[in-house]
């Protein structure tokens, strides 16, 4: 079974503060995508990974940065957190050529004060 | 105008019943479409592909309709255990290009 998991359940931050969310997988995916979850919006694309050291935008990447060093390992930066921050973070891999079967981690929970 | 829309319920229905709910697209050139399940307080999980010729996985049955722009899902003998919320997804070739619907809730009740 694939696996992905992430480095937090919950995380409670303030406002400013940097904060970085770890996503890992094991099963060789070539495709990494982090999304957040807001009620009413569903899941929105922040940043996606094809490849290591390779990231495209999603559709809404302002505010994140994204780091993929290794093909396991995919993390969202906020550099400076914000209240509108607030919310589900999921991060999700899929294996090359077949990029729509996407299975997800847990999730974080982040709460912005 | 949402890319991919569902009507978010509830849809609260009696177990053994047949429930079926749409989701709608506004992209013609999509290319790929799901519906996933996703529990409460849990990530979402790939329920089923749907193809141009509909498919079938036990009690449940997708379909697609092109030219109305609409994928459906119909749960046929429902479960309490199908009380979840289920996300349509659309898809095209590129993966920055995956729509999300926000969900519609189906609470299944004895």
């Known amino acids: 079974d694939v696996k992905v998991t992430q480095s937090s359940r919950y995380l409670v931050k303030r406002t400013g503060e940097k904060v970085f969310l770890e996503c890992v997988q094991d099963m060789d995916h070539e495709n990494m995508f982090w999304y957040r979850q807001d009620p009413g919006l569903g899941l929105r694309l922040i940043y996606f990974?094809?490849?290591?050291?390779?990231?495209e935008k999603g559709d809404i990447p302002e505010g994140y940065s994204v780091s993929r060093e290794k093909k396991e390992r995919f993390s969202l930066i906020l550099e400076s957190a914000s209240t509108n921050q607030t919310s589900m973070y999921l991060c999700a891999s899929s294996l090359v050529g077949n990029t729509d079967t996407q299975y997800f981690g847990p999730g974080t929970r982040l709460t912005v004060l | 105008r949402k890319e991919v829309e569902q009507d978010p319920g509830p849809f609260n229905v009696p177990e053994g019943a047949t429930v079926a709910f749409n989701c709608t697209y506004s992209n013609s050139a999509s290319q790929s479409f799901f519906w996933y399940r996703q529990d409460c307080r849990k990530e979402p999980k790939l329920l089923m592909s749907?193809?141009?010729s509909g498919n079938e996985d036990g009690r449940f049955t997708a379909q697609l309709n092109r030219a109305s722009q609409y994928i459906s899902l119909l749960i046929r003998d429902s479960k309490l255990s199908d009380s979840a919320t289920y996300l349509c997804v659309v898809s095209y070739s590129s993966a920055s290009k995956i729509i999300f619907g926000s969900g519609t809730r189906l609470s299944i009740r004895p």
């Open positions: 990974s094809y490849d290591v050291k390779m990231k």
């Open positions: 749907v193809y141009s």
